[in-house]
């Protein structure tokens, strides 16, 4: 019985295989088939305008501030990582250095957002509006 379903199981693969061999090797003489085309260096990011990333640091900073009390937790935590985010992004574009992403939360990570955001504004950004 076992023999059956092997020789029946190898049947299937040989046959399968086959066509699919065949598929591959009518597209490969009529030319629809071609290798897939790998570039040489991964595209460069697309950066955001200086604008629209000062635009959102001041609505982030402008909704953090007016959390009301009693609000989840999960929300305010949420809204400060996005405001993170966003000036982590903009320190990126306007080649600050800063070591927020490495600060755990907590009073170091404060004094680094208190930092950056001075840096940024000394660098020419209006950060809060």
């Known amino acids: ?10 049947i299937t693969v040989l046959l399968v295989g086959g066509v699919g061999f065949l598929v591959l090797l009518i597209r490969w003489f009529t030319g ?3 290798p897939p085309i790998r570039s040489r260096r ?10 629209a990333v000062a635009a959102d640091l001041r609505r982030l ?4 501030s007016l959390v009301p009390a009693g609000t ?7 809204l400060q ?9 903009a320190a990126r574009l306007l080649e600050v250095t800063t070591t ?11 004094a680094e957002r208190s930092r950056l955001q001075a840096a ?9 509006g």
């Open 1 to 10: 019985m076992t023999t059956a379903l092997l020789q029946l199981g190898l």
């Open 32 to 34: 629809s088939w071609r």
């Open 42 to 51: 991964p595209p460069e990011p697309r950066n955001r305008p200086v604008e």
């Open 61 to 64: 900073g402008r909704q953090l």
């Open 72 to 78: 989840p937790r999960a929300r305010r935590v949420g």
């Open 81 to 89: 990582a996005a405001y993170d985010d966003v000036l982590l992004e």
């Open 100 to 110: 927020l992403s490495d600060q755990p939360p907590g009073r170091a990570r404060d």
């Open 120 to 128: 940024l504004e000394d660098a020419g950004l209006v950060v809060r």
